[in-house]
């Protein structure tokens, strides 16, 4: 499995949608909830490396995010094969 931390940031006023829209994604969940500053991080969790790059981008995709950066990446051993 293939885990990355991701800081998010929205757009004024979207907050809520953008949660709304992350809490949607599969693999994905929001672990903290900054709304006053418009941030959030999140947890993906995906079965390959490809899926990783393509979620990342799929989140940065997201209408009302300004940012979306990774911020941690980690892999387990049984998944090294999968890359």
Same mark, same amino acid.
């Given at each position: 499995m293939h885990f990355s931390g991701i800081v998010v940031a929205t757009k004024p006023g979207t907050f809520t949608a953008v949660c709304e829209r !992350? *809490? /949607?994604?599969?693999? #994905? =969940?929001?672990? !903290? +909830?900054? /709304? =006053?500053?418009? +941030? #959030?991080? #999140? #947890?993906? =969790? $995906? +079965? $390959? !490396? *490809?899926a990783q790059k393509e979620g990342l981008k799929r989140i940065q995709g997201l209408d009302d995010v300004l940012f979306a950066e990774l911020s941690y990446y980690r892999s387990d051993a049984a998944s090294a094969l999968d890359v």
């Open positions: !992350l *809490d /949607a994604l599969p693999g #994905v =969940e929001v672990h !903290l +909830r900054f /709304a =006053e500053e418009g +941030r #959030v991080i #999140v #947890v993906q =969790e $995906t +079965r $390959t !490396l *490809d």
